[in-house]
T-cell receptor, first 114, second 111 residues
Framework: NAGVTQTPKFQVLKTGQSMTLQCAQD?????MSWYRQDPGMGLRLIHY???????DQGEVPNGYNVSRSTTEDFPLRLLSAAPSQTSVYFC?????????????FGSGTRLTVV | SQQGEEDPQALSIQEGENATMNCSYK?????LQWYRQNSGRGLVHLIL?????REKHSGRLRVTLDTSKKSSSLLITASRAADTASYFC???????????FGAGTQVVVTP
């Protein structure tokens, strides 16, 4: 099924560990982004990409790295996990061509840092 | 900081009633979008309204945008129990796809 696939769905990390959250889309969307959602809040943009090889920081980029080597994949790396990074992470892809557009979110990765 | 703020924070209605929620934002926008999130799930894109549009319809959804007041409203008509979810507005102010979300409105529709 076409869409955005995030793995893993759940993860528990110890403080200081590193890990990569995977995100893949099969819709050939140019734009991809990572958000985090904390309880009682909306999503906040972590990093963003307008195409392969191009990334940019969002509102809350500290502690995270991204790369976009292909159109399909946009992994998010936590360098040294901290309890403050406990959150639900969503990856999204989108496109815009004239009057046509599309936005698709993945189902999320629930991360707990202990 | 969050661009959008939804009002009310929570809304409880009965099936068949209409649900209205509002979103205010701070800076000029290219477009404003509404999303639905069922408990523990991802976001589903509902509707997008561009800055030069004032009203848009999609099925039972009606969205208005007032750029002079920096506000938008989402109306769900003839609500159903399946409409129970959190609803978020998101603004696109910078470049396509960089969204700023509000904190959401929790809607509960009781049969």
């Amino acid at each position: 099924n076409a869409g955005v696939t995030q793995t893993p769905k759940f993860q528990v990390l110890k403080t200081g560990q590193s890990m990569t959250l995977q995100c893949a889309q099969d819709m050939n969307h140019e734009y991809m982004s990572w958000y985090r959602q904390d309880p009682g809040m909306g999503l906040r943009l972590i990093h963003y990409s307008v195409g392969a090889g191009i990334t940019d920081q969002g509102e809350v980029p500290n502690g995270y790295n991204v790369s976009r080597s292909t159109t399909e994949d946009f992994p998010l790396r936590l360098l040294s996990a901290a309890p403050s990074q406990t959150s639900v992470y969503f990856c999204a892809s989108s496109y815009s061509e004239g009057a046509n557009y599309g936005y698709t979110f993945g189902s999320g990765t629930r991360l707990t840092v202990v | 900081s969050q661009q959008g703020e939804e009002d009310p924070q929570a809304l409880s209605i009965q099936e068949g009633e209409n649900a209205t929620m509002n979103c205010s934002y701070k800076t000029s926008i290219n477009n404003l979008q509404w999303y639905r999130q069922n408990s523990g799930r991802g976001l589903v894109h509902l509707i997008l309204i561009r800055s030069n549009e004032r009203e848009k319809h999609s099925g039972r959804l009606r969205v208005t945008l007032d750029t002079s007041k920096k506000s938008s409203s989402l109306l769900i008509t003839a609500s159903r129990a399946a409409d129970t979810a959190s609803y978020f507005c998101a603004t696109d102010s910078d470049s396509w796809g960089k969204l700023q979300f509000g904190a959401g409105t929790q809607v509960v529709v009781t049969p």
